[in-house]
């Protein structure tokens, strides 16, 4: 989209969600000026005369909200399509047009803002950030580095190696610090590490641990060193969760065997949980599933469930992360679902994935909220997700999504002037 396309734009008779405060405005009015950013958000009685030459949308009641965010995808991965289908089958051509029409439906899902943990390089978020390929914003880790044997080590138990470019083993501390360079100099905006083993892991356990001690703590120093560039963490069991937090990275993706030490060492450390629910809810299929992945699954489910509850009653910082690509693309709302299910307000679920996520990703100043000042990445939904949350699961429920004021999507009825 050419900035050309950009005007000034009015969204009325909606009801507010600004991603921050508790409260609803109803009968609301938001404007963003031409520069894309919010001049005014809330009561209509008080909103401004409008300019003109501005664009006007007529909200007809509905919800309007920060542009969501996910902050653990994997839009490289396709959910219907296994590992080694992907590695031995697919063409590569095919394999990234298919990639850019995720991008694409997961924006028109509502999510304006991504952070992509493993499979996506970095080309994907400046295709977008040019306005080549419509998408939500993107972070990107590009490559996951583990120990070998590890959580990234794509050889099945076959002994066959599937050779994805992204997975990256490193085994001490020089080769850590080599992996997260080479992460770096890919374009990587974040490293993704690997600090325990995983369910869908061929060789090993959530409550084995990856990384060593000394060698988070050299990945955390190579991000420090290059910009400060944070580090997030796969870490599943309780040992991996805990080695993560104290070697200072600034998310825990995961965190199914988190406890109250664990809980209160992110307080302390000011890092994130990204608990990924959407995967501890899918179901899985036996029969289409690896048997060691199946009964790993079984048996972490509830215990995911009962830890991640706990730490949503001790209020720890959560952020929305659905880990889509091994759940479904453009779904990704339905983690807010399952936040709910756990005890947490459909408000604590909306800035979970709002202002929460914003701060996560270091944009908690421009973006996640819609106060004067910040983008005007917008969202409307058809229904109140205070009252009903699973409305924002559906894309057809998401009437328009707009980023920095430029409308990506409208299917509501809108005046003559709307575009
Ligand atoms: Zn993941």
């Given amino acids: 989209m050419e900035l ?21 405005v109803d009968d609301a009015v938001l404007d963003a000026g031409a520069d894309g950013k919010v001049v005014y958000a809330g009561p209509a009685a008080g909103a401004p005369a409008p300019g003109r030459d501005v664009r006007t949308v007529d909200g007809r009641g509905g919800t309007l909200l920060p542009g969501l965010f996910d902050c653990h995808t994997h ?96 085994d001490d501390v020089a080769a850590v610090r080599t992996a997260a360079r080479r992460m770096m100099r890919s374009g990587a905006d974040v490293i993704k590490i690997c600090t325990s083993g995983g369910i869908s892991s061929a060789h090993d356990d959530p409550d084995d641990e990856d990384l060593l001690d000394d060698e988070i703590a050299a990945v955390v120093d190579e991000g420090r060193r290059r910009g400060g560039r944070p580090v ?17 990275v600034r998310s825990v993706e995961h965190g199914f065997g988190i406890d109250d030490e664990g809980c209160d060492l992110l307080g302390e450390r000011g890092a994130f949980l990204v608990p990924t629910l959407a995967t501890v809810f899918q179901p899985l299929d036996p029969a289409k599933s690896a048997p060691w992945r199946y009964e790993k699954k079984l048996r972490w ?15 720890v910082d959560i952020a929305a992360g659905t880990d889509a690509g091994i759940t479904p693309h453009a779904q990704n709302a339905f983690e807010l679902w399952c936040l709910v299910e756990l005890g947490m307000s459909p408000m604590d679920a909306i800035k979970a994935a709002t202002s929460t996520s914003a701060r996560l990703l270091g944009v908690g100043d ?54």
Avoid: W
């Fill in 4 to 24: 050309s396309e950009k005007a000034a734009l009015r969204v009325h008779d909606v009801r507010l969600i600004d991603g921050v405060s508790a409260e609803v």
């Fill in 301 to 315: 489910n509830e215990r995911a469930k009962e830890n991640i509850a706990e730490a949503i009653s001790r209020k």
């Fill in 75 to 170: 839009f490289g991965f396709a959910s219907t399509r296994s590992l080694v289908e992907t590695a031995f089958l697919l063409d590569p051509v095919v394999g990234m047009v298919q990639t850019a029409e995720r991008l694409r439906l997961t924006l028109e899902a509502g999510i304006t803002s991504a952070r992509d943990l493993g499979g996506l390089p970095a080309g994907y978020r400046d295709a977008v950030g040019a306005g080549l390929l419509p998408g939500p914003r993107l972070q990107t880790s590009v490559g996951i580095i583990s120990h070998t044997g590890g959580h990234a080590d794509a050889t099945m138990p076959s002994g066959k190696d599937l050779d994805f470019d992204y997975c990256v083993l490193a």
């Fill in 232 to 248: 997030a963490a796969h870490a599943q069991g309780r040992a991996g969760v805990l080695a993560a937090i104290r070697g200072g």
């Fill in 366 to 419: 421009t973006l996640g909220s819609l106060r004067p000042g910040y983008q005007a990445d917008l969202v409307l939904s058809a229904q109140d997700p205070v009252r009903d949350i699973t409305c924002l699961t559906n894309p057809e429920n998401i009437l328009l999504v707009a980023q920095q004021g430029v409308i990506r999507k409208n299917i509501v009825s809108a005046d003559p002037g709307a575009s």
